[in-house]
């Protein structure tokens, strides 16, 4: 059927190695239902993180989740085999393994840190997030250089393997995503009310700073669980960009949010699809679909409207 639609009919059934996408899916399902998952979390979040211009504590998130990786590698290498079969490091397997847990704690703790307004002035929040992005990115690479005998698994957990992602991360994203949106769903009121207007949320007696961390929280959860699955930079491209180019179209809110996870949901689709028919490298390919979405914002300012 789809032969008979002269364009749409050639770009769909463009093949690869004499394989078309869809002959390919069954292989590449995993990847493509972990990337889509993804997108529709991260797009819905990258809303608060635009708006909030809270940026770069997910930049700084996702550097601090990886160093949690790491030291968790560092600790295994350090304690020995004996302390494995001792039970005090928690398996790789399974559902949430032992690297999964040591990002999260470094991820969720972190997040709680800078969902605190910093009274000093010194030393302001741009300052901490500065050194919380550089100072983990560099300790990694120093981490990844002394542990030559891991640094295969370590990179496949910091970076991802789009293509084929196991089981276990499926479910568990699917279990983030159920979580975080059924977390969303019942505070999206007081979320938004101290979001954009804390003082008054703070003065009818709402708790600013509780509210603010579970926000927090949510995003260092989810961004640790999808660096674990499909790698760190199209996680951080779909919190920022869908969420960009959908405030560019519109001012209102659940509009946004909306637009927002069509857009991640598609860049992810369109950017796996490329990816397969010219052999590009998946998350580049997902970050430059993301683009794609942001000319019509950028023509809607140009012209004024």
């Known amino acids: 059927m789809l032969e008979s639609i002269p364009i749409i009919g050639r770009l769909l059934l463009a093949e690869n190695g004499g394989m078309t996408f869809w002959e390919a899916l069954p292989i590449l399902q995993s990847g493509v239902v972990a990337s889509i998952m993804v997108a529709l979390l991260a797009g819905y979040l990258g809303i608060y993180v635009i708006l909030k211009r809270i940026v770069f504590v997910s930049a700084a998130l996702s550097q601090i989740s990886s160093l949690g990786i790491a030291f968790f590698f560092l600790g295994s290498a350090l304690l020995g085999s004996g302390a494995a079969s001792a039970g005090l490091l928690p398996a790789e397997e399974g559902i949430v393994n032992g690297p999964l847990l040591s990002s999260l704690f470094f991820g969720c703790v972190t997040a709680s840190i800078l969902a605190v307004q910093v009274g000093e002035k010194k030393l302001t929040r741009e300052s901490i997030l500065g050194i919380g992005y550089a100072l983990p990115a560099g300790l990694v690479f120093l981490i990844l250089d002394k542990l030559a005998a891991e640094t295969h698994d ?106 927002s996870m069509i857009f991640g949901v598609l860049s992810a689709a369109i950017g796996f699809y490329l990816s397969f028919v010219y052999s590009l490298p998946t998350g580049p390919a997902m970050l430059g679909a993301a683009g794609f979405f942001l000319i019509p914002g950028i023509i809607k300012r140009v012209l004024g409207r």
Not at 240 to 247: D, F, H, K
């Open 154 to 259: 370590i990179e496949n957990i910091l970076f991802g393997n789009v293509i084929f992602v196991p089981e276990r991360h499926l479910w568990l994203l699917a279990g983030t995503l159920v979580g975080v949106f059924s977390i969303h769903f019942l505070l999206y009121k007081r979320f938004v009310y101290i979001s954009f207007d804390p003082e008054t949320a703070q003065a009818t007696g709402s708790n600013v700073r509780l509210l603010n961390q579970v926000l927090f929280v949510t995003l260092a959860f989810t961004i640790s669980v999808s660096i674990a699955a499909i790698g760190a930079l199209p996680v951080f491209s779909f919190l920022v960009m869908p969420a960009a180019s959908a405030l560019m179209l519109t001012d209102r809110l659940k509009i946004a949010f909306s637009l």
